[in-house]
Nanobody, 126 residues
Framework: QVQLVESGGGLVQDGGSLRLSCEAS????????MGWFRQAPGKEREFVAA??????????YYADSVKGRFTISSTNAKNTVYLQMKKLKPEDTAIYYC?????????????????WGQGTQVTVSS
């Protein structure tokens, strides 16, 4: 089992940047593949980004809405996954969740993830 704790959310202006962190417990962090999802008020939780964890850095995949603005990365030594967000827009406002799965490769569906963090709020003002 793995426990996930997100941090780094906050209030930022349109065009600003934030970096979210997701710290995972457990000694087998590198065997999980990781993802970020978000949920805006009144909307379904949606995929944002995913990374396949390998010793030399894994493949990544992004939702079209964030491609070119967001970057997912990880550091096995710190058991942490990051989501660097640049050029933020008001429509990026949501609670952002970190998730982990043992399924192979990058995963983009909610049901494919086994463990979830509690979420961190990101608010982008116009």
């Amino acid at each position: 089992q793995v426990q996930l704790v997100e941090s780094g959310g906050g209030l930022v202006q349109d065009g600003g940047s934030l970096r979210l962190s997701c710290e995972a417990s457990g000694r087998t962090f590198s065997t999980y593949n990781m993802g970020w999802f978000r949920q805006a008020p009144g909307k379904e939780r949606e995929f944002v980004a995913a990374i396949a964890m390998t010793w030399n850095g894994g493949s990544t995949y992004y939702a079209d809405s964030v491609k070119g603005r967001f970057t997912i990365s990880s550091t096995n030594a710190k058991n942490t996954v990051y989501l660097q967000m640049k050029k933020l827009k008001p429509e990026d406002t949501a609670i952002y969740y970190c998730a982990a799965t043992r399924r192979v490769g990058v995963r983009i569906e909610r049901y494919e993830y086994d463990y979830w963090g509690q979420g961190t709020q990101v608010t982008v003002s116009s």
